[in-house]
């Protein structure tokens, strides 16, 4: 084992005369700490004593020394043991931070001190250090011996690794994590268009690539820009001008206060003020940047800052500092030579570098409280409470394992660890395991992959009365925060520095407004896009959505909403009208009817066939009571109805209508005398062929209705904003079949009408059945293109009208002359006929018009033959 630590420092000391050079160049300071027993060893990195001390980092060192102390004091938390230290200052040198681990753990550093310890392990654990690069090199052998190490300022994500690091603890958040800080910042102010700088290092690459994938979720980067190592005068304008023309408000920036200063230079010097900055830790808290001159292009940055605490008892530790002239103790000689410009004679050190004047002697009685540095300004102590918490963390880790049950154990057998013979491996299984409340209420623990639970402060940059900038703590974010809530901001207490006082936005484009959807912009980021109205029927979520189909757009299309339903009901305007008219025809049928009826035995009513009258106005009088059916709101059972009732009713007004026109036609065309073709189309003839008509009908009907019957439905496809209750036809050729029968009939007795126009004027029964039948025709062959055209319930409303005017048309034609005479001109309507000799057959007679029969006049050549019935051995008309 000694063999192996011989080999690895000599490697280290042959590396170290390669770096010398950076014993000067680097100001950082590291701190590495251990505890061993009856003292416990604490080593803690400080500063590259050849070069002027840090003044921050020695209060750092002295943090970690107040942790100890405070500790010894506190009897109940180690009781009978006395924490020690060392520190030892690697100068952030590699080789020297390896040669002083190896030494320590190898028991390599014989030097003797006031705060040795003998009989134990001279290592069990290390505070430190600080830069990522050191700790990953030190981890990997302590690692093999599972020795501690618990680190305040090493944040790479890469130590989270428990495979490659097993002893690795740390109380400072990872990178990561800060990441996830600052994109919480952002989501919680709506920023969706922001800026990205980084240093062309680790830190800055891998917070861009992560903070890259981050932002997708949640919005767009508008520019990415690496702050190089080497900063060209044409490298630091390109940045600038992209930041210039940029619509982006925010930039979020992962660098330090030193890359920062050059690029703050020069934005200074093009005046570009109305940029949000995001800070991030490596100069959040810098006091470089954080100056007077910088404040109108800083003013108001936020910024992600290591937290800090306010340990009690700090300030007046610090300031009671004496320097010791121990020789091998003389970091506090260095610091004082320093902090009051002065050399002690004894100190013995090497002064070739020192600007001292040798005629100024220290005392050691100089007094600090009257000094102001970094040293004793404790009201932003981050990283001193990191190494605070750590020292801590390491206590309580003792302090469980001293408490340690016997038989309960998490070692072999269940068996607790010796404190006499403590062994680093068993101060690491306490060490994970450690969960407790410090002095200043909160918690500290270590995942499972040994990171703490991460707690950020989130700063603003303020102006204060005096004019020097403040950085202000207005906000925290993280796991181990106490208000509930991982990230918690006082916006009261935040400064903006833009014209309004308000948060600024950054957003590449508008929220699009209710009713319109994004149209992203070719070649640009999601986040750029154009607003485009909805179409109608659609309305806005993330894209346009479409209404389903009885759903219908509102006007500003951000909802849903019923579609209207509409029909023809009787409370409509034009539903009473054709109601009215409907009844209005049923009326006027039923009086015709009952007109005809009572002036049965007249020769009008006898002369047009009285039976086929009697029916035709029953006919027309169901014509118009169908029309009802087509008004209200469409059931099953009035779908069928209507059509029902519609073809069967016009078929037998039709069939009627064409056997009078028959019955005109043969009697006209008969021969006198003795031309016997009217008993071939009797009344039972006549009869039997309007109800074989009628039969062929009904036929189509019932065929109609038990394949595929009407049934009411809602069309929301003609309209929409509104859906059509109506009548599908279910099956359209049986729809056709019944409208082509009755179009058929129609047309024969057209015709046939039109041949007997020339008939006698009086009483001409085959002109008006002609004028009857044009009217009808041309009723419903306008129907046609206006049921087709008409929207909604006027598409009933068409067909109610076709029936009624049809209706009307033949009810006015053919029964209103008739009418006229018979309750107008009564005279007119009496017998002017003679009995004429038939040779034996059927008796029949002839009604003259416009002459009179007596004895000793002449037969006119074309008289109205018609049937007869003899009464009182006369033949009655």
């Known amino acids: 084992m000694i063999l192996f630590f011989l080999i690895v420092y000599i490697s280290i000391v042959i590396l170290e005369s390669f770096h010398v050079s950076l014993l000067f160049t680097i100001t950082m300071l590291n701190t590495n700490i251990v505890i061993c027993n009856i003292i416990l060893i604490l080593l803690i990195s400080f500063i590259c004593v050849s070069n002027s001390p840090n003044y921050q980092v020695f209060q750092w060192a002295q943090t970690m020394v107040f942790a100890i102390e405070e500790i010894n004091r506190n009897k109940s938390l180690l009781p009978n043991i006395t924490l020690g230290y060392r520190i030892y200052d690697n100068c952030v040198n590699l080789p020297v931070a390896l040669r002083a681990a190896v030494s320590l753990i190898g028991g390599l550093d014989d030097s003797i001190s006031d705060y040795n310890c003998e009989g134990l392990p001279p290592i069990v654990a290390f505070v430190g250090d600080s830069t990522s690069s050191s700790?990953?090199?030190?981890?990997?052998?302590?690692?093999?011996?599972r020795v501690p190490m618990v680190s305040y300022f090493a944040t790479c994500l890469c130590l989270s690794n428990k495979k490659e690091y097993p002893s690795f603890f740390r109380t400072i958040p990872s990178d990561a994590f800060q990441v996830t800080a600052m994109m919480e910042i952002i989501k919680y102010f709506k920023w969706t268009w922001v800026g990205l700088i980084a240093s062309d290092n680790d830190y800055g690459l891998y917070a861009m690539r992560n903070f890259n994938e981050e932002m997708k979720a949640i919005g767009c980067l508008a520019f990415s820009e690496t702050i190089p190592k080497i900063m060209t005068k044409e490298n630091l304008l390109r940045i600038v001008s992209v930041i210039k023309e940029s619509t982006a408000k925010v930039i979020v920036a992962f660098s330090t206060g030193l890359e920062m200063f050059l690029l703050m230079k020069e934005m200074i010097h093009q005046n570009i003020t109305d940029r949000q900055w995001i800070a991030s830790e490596g100069w959040s808290?810098?006091?470089?940047?954080?100056?007077?001159?910088?404040?109108?292009?800083?003013?108001?940055?936020?910024?992600?800052?290591?937290?800090?605490?306010?340990?009690?008892?700090?300030?007046?530790?610090?300031?009671?500092v004496r320097p010791d002239l121990d020789p091998n103790n003389n970091l506090v000689m260095q610091f004082w030579e320093s902090m009051f410009a002065c050399k002690f004679v004894e100190s013995g050190v090497n002064d070739s570098s020192s600007i001292i004047s040798d005629s100024k002697k220290c005392t050691g009685l100089e007094s600090l409280e009257g000094t102001d540095t970094a040293y004793s300004d404790v009201s932003n102590s981050?990283?001193?409470?990191?190494?605070?918490?750590?020292?801590?963390?390491?206590?309580?880790?003792?302090?469980?394992?001293?408490?340690c049950e016997h038989g309960k154990g998490p070692f072999e057998n269940k068996s607790c660890a010796n404190i006499a013979n403590l062994q680093p491996w068993q101060l690491l299984q306490y060490l994970k395991n450690v969960d407790f409340i410090n002095q200043l209420g909160e918690r500290v623990a270590f995942d499972e992959n040994g990171d703490a639970l991460a707690i950020y402060d989130i700063v603003n940059w303020q102006l204060d009365k005096s004019g020097t900038v403040n950085i202000k703590t207005i906000g925290v974010f993280g796991k181990a925060a106490?208000?509930?809530?991982?990230?918690?901001?006082?916006?009261?207490?935040?400064?903006?520095k833009f014209d309004n006082g308000r948060c600024p936005q950054s957003i590449c484009s508008e929220s699009c407004l209710p009713g319109t959807r994004k149209a992203i912009r070719k070649g640009q980021p999601v986040c750029c896009f154009d607003c485009i109205p909805c179409a109608n029927g659609e309305i806005n979520s993330i894209e346009c959505l479409q209404c389903s189909d009885d759903y219908w757009s509102n006007p500003e299309k951000t909802w849903c909403v019923l579609k209207d339903v509409e029909f023809l009901s009787y409370e409509d305007f034009m539903g009473i009208a054709l109601t009215t008219l409907s009844l209005s025809g049923t009326c006027l049928s039923i009086c015709v009817l009952t007109i005809f009826i009572y002036y049965r035995n007249t020769p009008v009513v006898k002369a047009n066939n009285s039976e086929l009258s009697f029916l035709l106005l029953i006919s027309l009088t169901l014509c118009f009571v169908c029309a009802l059916c087509f008004i209200g709101k469409p059931s099953h059972v009035t779908c069928m109805l209507r059509h029902v009732m519609f073809g069967i009713s016009f078929v037998l007004c039709i069939s009627c209508i064409l056997v009078k026109t028959i019955v005109v036609i043969m009697a006209f065309k008969a021969t006198l005398p003795g031309n016997n073709i009217m008993k071939w189309f009797g009344a039972t003839q006549q009869r039997g062929t309007v109800l074989f008509f009628t039969?062929?009908?009904?036929?189509?009907?019932?065929?109609?209705?038990?394949?595929?019957?009407?049934?009411?439905?809602?069309?929301?496809?003609?309209?929409?904003?509104?859906?059509?209750?109506?009548?599908?036809?279910?099956?359209?050729?049986?729809?056709s079949c019944l409208l082509g029968y009755i179009g058929l009939l129609a047309c024969i007795c057209f015709l046939l009408a039109f041949l007997a126009r020339n008939l006698p004027d009086t009483f001409n029964e085959a002109r008006f059945i002609t004028f009857s039948m044009l009217i009808f025709c041309a009723v419903w062959i306008t129907f046609i293109p206006a049921y087709i055209s008409s929207p909604g319930k006027y598409t009933v409303a068409v067909e109610i009208f076709a029936i009624l005017a049809s209706s009307f048309g033949v009810l006015l034609s053919i029964f209103a002359p008739k009418c006229y005479i018979i309750l107008l001109k009564p005279e007119k309507n009496k017998k002017r006929c003679v009995t004429v000799p038939t040779d034996g057959r059927t008796p029949q007679l002839l009604f003259c018009c416009n002459a009179k029969i007596s004895s000793g006049s002449r037969t006119p050549k074309k008289c109205w033959l018609v049937n007869g019935w003899k009464q009182n051995g006369v033949y009655d008309l």
């Open 135 to 145: 700790s990953i090199a030190i981890s990997r052998i302590l690692g093999l011996f």
């Open 285 to 320: 808290t810098s006091s470089l940047l954080a100056a007077r001159d910088n404040f109108n292009i800083l003013g108001g940055t936020l910024g992600i800052a290591v937290h800090s605490g306010q340990m009690k008892g700090l300030t007046n530790f610090l300031l009671q």
């Open 382 to 403: 981050r990283i001193s409470y990191n190494i605070y918490k750590a020292v801590y963390s390491l206590a309580h880790a003792l302090h469980n394992l001293m408490a």
């Open 482 to 496: 106490t208000f509930g809530k991982e990230l918690y901001l006082q916006e009261n207490s935040m400064f903006w």
């Open 695 to 735: 039969f062929i009908q009904s036929l189509i009907c019932i065929i109609w209705l038990s394949t595929a019957p009407p049934f009411p439905a809602r069309n929301s496809k003609n309209f929409n904003t509104k859906i059509i209750l109506e009548c599908d036809i279910g099956s359209l050729t049986g729809f």
